[in-house]
T-cell receptor
Framework: NAGVMQNPRHLVRRRGQEARLRCSPMKGHSHVYWYRQLPEEGLKFMVYLQKENIIDESGMPKERFSAEFPKEGPSILRIQQVVRGDSAAYFC????????????FGAGTRLSVL | GDSVTQMEGPVTLSEEAFLTINCTYTATGYPSLFWYVQYPGEGLQLLLKATKADDKGSNKGFEATYRKETTSFHLEKGSVQVSDSAVYFCALRNAGNMLTFGGGTRLMVKP
């Protein structure tokens, strides 16, 4: 039973380019969460999605960042016009349902902006 | 808003020593509490959880008790091993379903 799959594991972009991070949840999970971990810091919530719906995006920067979880395929976190401050590890988690369900984490995507 | 504070690291111990990592929280309502562990280069793995006051979560020799009166969820292990070296995160989940994490505590266990 595959866990949460994130790709790529490492992503290098130059300032101004776009970064697309993918997350495939565990089989049967319909809830996806994205978190960002800055160097030497804890994880910070970004966005919570269900299939085709954004439930809570209170942690997402207002500009350049967007997320989707389509009916088919993985969840995508998209960062447009990346800046050096976007360099971080981005973790995706999935859960079976809502309240009371454990969030299982992927191995993360480490974004480096040159 | 909700917040989690845990002791700063690194914590360096010898093998078989007793471990305590302090965690306190601020939250409205009745959050669930978690400890996650992150090994180098990997994602977070759930270590243990507690969903209500006085619950004790335990796994792999680690324990933590949900203390509502002191708003704490300290992680303990009686005898650490080198393989326990990792970063440990305390977290809470409230009504919004997202997790709020502490800053993490790096544990280094020496043989």
């Amino acid at each position: 039973n595959a866990g949460v799959m994130q790709n790529p594991r490492h992503l290098v972009r130059r300032r101004g380019q776009e970064a697309r991070l993918r997350c495939s949840p565990m089989k049967g999970h319909s809830h996806v969460y994205w978190y960002r971990q800055l160097p030497e810091e804890g994880l910070k919530f970004m966005v919570y999605l269900q299939k085709e719906n954004i439930i809570d995006e209170s942690g997402m920067p207002k500009e350049r960042f967007s997320a989707e979880f389509p009916k088919e395929g993985p969840s995508i976190l998209r960062i447009q016009q990346v800046v050096r401050g976007d360099s971080a590890a981005y973790f995706c988690a999935s859960s079976l349902g809502q309240a009371g369900n454990i969030q299982y984490f992927g191995a993360g995507t480490r974004l480096s902006v040159l | 808003g909700d917040s989690v504070t845990q002791m700063e690291g690194p914590v360096t111990l010898s093998e078989e020593a007793f471990l305590t990592i302090n965690c306190t929280y601020t939250a409205t309502g009745y959050p669930s509490l978690f400890w996650y562990v992150q090994y180098p280069g990997e994602g977070l793995q759930l270590l243990l959880k507690a969903t209500k006051a006085d619950d004790k979560g335990s796994n792999k020799g680690f324990e933590a008790t949900y203390r509502k009166e002191t708003t704490s969820f300290h992680l303990e292990k009686g005898s650490v091993q080198v393989s326990d070296s990792a970063v440990y995160f305390c977290a809470l989940r409230n009504a919004g379903n997202m997790l709020t994490f502490g800053g993490g505590t790096r544990l280094m266990v020496k043989p």
